[in-house]
């Protein structure tokens, strides 16, 4: 079981800045780390007024960070097929974002 205590990590948030949208690739002044509310959230620290762990952000634009809060454009009519497929795209967008932070030296792997 893993341990539910979210990663703070203002290096991780701050890398960030600068960087383009892993979703759309708009490189503008809105791309932030924005922090996973899939339906697997809980299991990644979220809680009443509590975030998701700082490992489970994407770098986003002020748009795609909109649409993925307001589960718009999966194109399924049916709420939870939205849900379950804004999810998994969030995820992807999450793995890209990791992979992206192991590139510049942000995370380390040894």
Sequence with gaps: MLKRVPLRSK????AARG????NCGVAD???VAAHYQGIRSSEFGKGIGQKPSDLMVADLCR????AFDNYEGSGYENRQYRRIDNSEQFLTNIVRTIMRRIEQGVIEVK
Excluded: A, F, R
């Design 11 to 14: 290096k991780m948030l701050d």
């Design 63 to 66: 748009k795609c960070h909109e």
């Design 29 to 31: 002044d809105t791309v």
């Design 19 to 22: 960087q383009s949208c892993v």
